[in-house]
């Protein structure tokens, strides 16, 4: 693969914290990486690109007014953000306004992580708390 890992990096959007936490690299081996001062493993390389929506040249790019990309594999009716979590569509996507599904999916995926982080929370204060919901 010829795209290196900091490439990889800037195509999510991400900062080197965000994306070592995405993709559970210690940052510090990031850094290395980025600098040249360590290599990963091809494997690795690999499933990175796997793991990332905008390394598939399949995926339909859907831009919301903001910018943010997000991707579509209309395939599978999958849709996925820059970090690659997914939602799958029970309705097609085809015919529906690139703009209006642009706005769809920037309101779907900011749900998305408004849930992810209750759900952080959560879990944070059952561990802090030790209590037992009835």
Not at 18 to 37: C, H, M, N
Not at 86 to 108: D, F, I, M, Q
């Amino acid at each position: 693969m010829a795209m290196n890992v900091k490439e990889m990096r800037l195509a999510t959007g991400l900062s080197q914290t965000a994306f070592s936490r995405a993709y559970r690299i210690p940052v510090s081996t990031l850094r290395k990486w980025e600098q040249g001062d360590a290599s990963p493993a091809p494997y690795v390389l690999d499933l990175l690109a796997a793991a990332i929506p905008v390394f598939h040249s399949e995926y339909e790019k859907v831009s919301a007014p903001d910018g943010t990309v997000y991707y579509h594999d209309p395939v599978r009716n999958i849709f996925m953000d820059a970090l690659g979590n997914t939602v799958s569509a029970h309705e097609s996507a085809e015919g529906v306004s690139r703009k209006n599904l642009g706005l769809y999916l920037k309101e779907l995926f900011e749900g998305y992580y408004q849930l992810q982080d209750k759900l952080d929370r959560d879990l944070a204060f059952d561990k802090k708390e030790g209590i037992e919901w009835i």
